[in-house]
C-alpha cells in the first residue's frame, strides 16, 4: 500500500487525486435534482462520516435525530455553475457537502493569504 493511500469506508484509494476523481466522477454522472443511487449514497455517506465508528453515527443520529435519508445534486448557491452534492435529512433539511473539502481538508492561513494574492492581482 503507498504512503499516500487513503481509505474511505470500505474503498482504499492509492492517493488522493483518486479519491478525488472518484467523487467527482459520481458527482457528474448525475444532472441536477437527481438523488444518488443506493451504491453512490454509500460511497459518499462514507465520505462524509469518514472519521467516524458505525457505532459513532447510530448514537449521534440517535442523540440529534439528524439523519441523512438521501443525496442529491444541487447547483452551488454562490458559484452557479458548480455542481454539488446536498444531503437531505428530516423535514426541509438541506446540507451542502464538499468532496474536495473533506479529501483534502480545509485551506491553512498561508493557502488563504495566497489565493488571496492571486486574485486581487
Not at 440517535?62 to 445534486?73: K, N, R
Amino acid at each position: 500500500m503507498s504512503k499516500y493511500a487513503i481509505t474511505i469506508g470500505e474503498t482504499v484509494f492509492s492517493s488522493k487525486s483518486q479519491a478525488l476523481a472518484f467523487y467527482k466522477n459520481i458527482l457528474n454522472s448525475y444532472e441536477v435534482d437527481e438523488t444518488l443511487s443506493e451504491a453512490d449514497f454509500k460511497s459518499v455517506f462514507d465520505l462524509v462520516y469518514r472519521d467516524c465508528e458505525n457505532e459513532e453515527i447510530n448514537a449521534y443520529q440517535e442523540e440529534t435525530g439528524d439523519y441523512v435519508q438521501s443525496i442529491q445534486i444541487t447547483r452551488h448557491p454562490d458559484f452557479k455553475a458548480t455542481k454539488c452534492f446536498v444531503l437531505l435529512g428530516g423535514i426541509e433539511k438541506r446540507q451542502l457537502f464538499s468532496y474536495t473539502l473533506s479529501i483534502n481538508g480545509s485551506l491553512s492561513d498561508s493557502q488563504h493569504f495566497s489565493r488571496a494574492c492571486r486574485h486581487s492581482l
